[in-house]
């Protein structure tokens, strides 16, 4: 099964099109666990918020520099959570690699190969021979930074550029049509902010079909209904709606995993409203 039909196959039995992200932060890990040595600190917390969001998700995405944050152990621990997603839900890794040659098929091969993640996240700035190595994965997905949801997006993103047939039309819109081409077998997938809807609605119409990862609902402040009615294709789906800190953090008691099931579960609800409009 390639990563699309995994992930509309869980996004159906799940009927969700939520994204839990897997940001561990050792100093906003719940009390119980802060006398625990940090390594295993997170690994605890991050399996149990794993086991406790799985029913209402569509997939996970791990970003990689929390877990590199924690020195030799990190990748070890890395490892261990991956593990811990069942395998009929997709993993998204977010790693933002951009690079040349060898060093662009080993980073393919580390995540695909090495940890068997099913998409991992990828910065398009070094052109197409950069990606290439990861697109030859076809049975995974690559998700091209397109227009993030960070406030200095705009320094290049928003730059006017001359495309291919000739038009001036902004960074992120040559980002997307060029991704567009480069989906020759449907394992692209776009990275658009969710503090940005009307970029999201124009790149969603450019490529109307190609899965996009929504990050910056939540404490971004992005708003959700926008993102999703901006996000899902004609379909309603192929939006991934991605939330981090108000669904780990959702509690800091001895049942901090419940809290965290429970924020899932009303963000999932909340979404598919939107997405009855």
Not at 88 to 114: E, H, M, S, W
Not at 156 to 172: K, N, S, T
Request: hydrophobic share 40%; proline share 6%.
């Amino acid at each position: 099964m390639n990563f699309l039909d995994k992930l509309l196959a869980v996004s159906h039995q799940h009927n969700s099109l939520l994204c839990v992200g897997l940001d561990p932060e050792k100093e906003r890990l719940p009390s119980r666990l802060q006398s625990m040595p940090v390594a295993r600190a997170v690994t605890y917390f991050c399996q149990a918020i794993i086991e406790a969001t799985a029913p209402y998700v569509c997939a996970f995405k791990p970003n990689l520099a929390f877990f590199e944050v924690l020195g030799p152990e990190g990748m070890y621990v890395f490892q261990k959570v991956i593990q811990a997603v069942p395998d009929y839900i997709p993993i998204i890794v977010d790693a933002k690699r951009g690079d040349l040659g060898n060093t662009a098929r080993n980073y393919a091969a580390a995540f695909f190969d090495v940890y068997g993640c099913d998409a991992v996240t990828v910065n398009p700035y070094l052109g197409y021979d950069s990606v290439a190595p990861f697109l030859a994965y076809e049975e995974k997905a690559v998700f091209f930074l397109c227009r993030t949801s960070n406030p200095g997006a705009s320094d290049f993103q928003d730059l006017l550029v001359c495309g291919e047939e000739g038009q001036i039309r902004p960074l992120y819109k040559e980002i997307a049509q060029r991704v567009q081409l480069w989906n020759r077998i449907g394992n692209c997938g776009l990275v658009v902010g969710a503090t940005y809807p009307q970029e999201l609605k124009t790149i969603r119409s450019l490529c109307p079909d190609m899965p996009i990862l929504i990050p910056g609902v939540g404490a971004q402040g992005g708003n959700l209904e926008a993102s999703v009615l901006n996000g899902v294709n004609i379909s309603r789906e192929k939006a991934i709606i991605s939330v981090s800190r108000s669904i780990l953090y959702a509690g800091d008691g001895e049942d901090y995993a419940v809290s965290a099931a429970n924020e899932a579960r009303k963000l999932r609800n909340r979404i598919n409203e939107a997405r009855r409009k």
